[in-house]
């Protein structure tokens, strides 16, 4: 089953490809290796706002977590053209801008993971890191960084 044919189960789709809000470009591509630029949550012209606080419900984190994998996707199948042509998701770093005290990083970040593994498979496992920042553009809950193999 095809990424696309995955996303669509899920009731799922890609955004348009995010254009750079600064001088940078959305994806780099070095030697097989391709380096998403950090992926805000965004839904059209909001963004999910954070601080994350405990209070904060599941769903918010989820949403979230899921609009940067999808930017991020996004992004990268625009430089390669298809996303079957990604061999293997290598690393994730997310950015959460957390209230003073907050600690489930990884909380936030678990969602963008289960999403990449329904969506590729074994080549979706990943490292990864979850990063507590005090702000992020847009007062942004989430930021997520994406490096993928690719042929």
Do not use: N, W
Not at 8 to 26: E, F, N, R, S, W
Not at 76 to 83: F, K, S, T, W
Not at 125 to 141: I, K, M, N
């Amino acid at each position: 089953m095809s990424i696309r044919e995955r996303l669509k189960l899920l009731g799922l789709q890609l955004p348009d490809a995010p254009a750079p809000k600064g001088d940078y470009v959305p994806v780099v591509i070095h030697s097989g290796v391709a380096y998403v630029s950090g992926q805000v949550c965004r839904l059209a012209d909001s963004v999910i706002t954070g601080p994350a606080r405990a209070d904060m419900s599941a769903e918010t984190l989820i949403l979230a977590a899921r609009t940067c994998v999808l930017r991020a996707l996004s992004a990268l199948e625009q430089a390669v053209g298809d996303l079957e042509c990604v061999e293997r998701i290598v690393f994730v770093r997310g950015f959460v801008y957390a209230e003073d005290g907050y600690q489930e990083y990884s909380k936030v970040l678990d969602e963008a993971s289960r999403l990449l593994i329904e969506l590729f498979g074994e080549r979706g496992q990943h490292a990864r890191s979850a990063l507590g920042v005090a702000g992020l553009p847009g007062s942004g809950l989430l930021e997520l960084e994406l490096v993928a193999a690719v042929r």
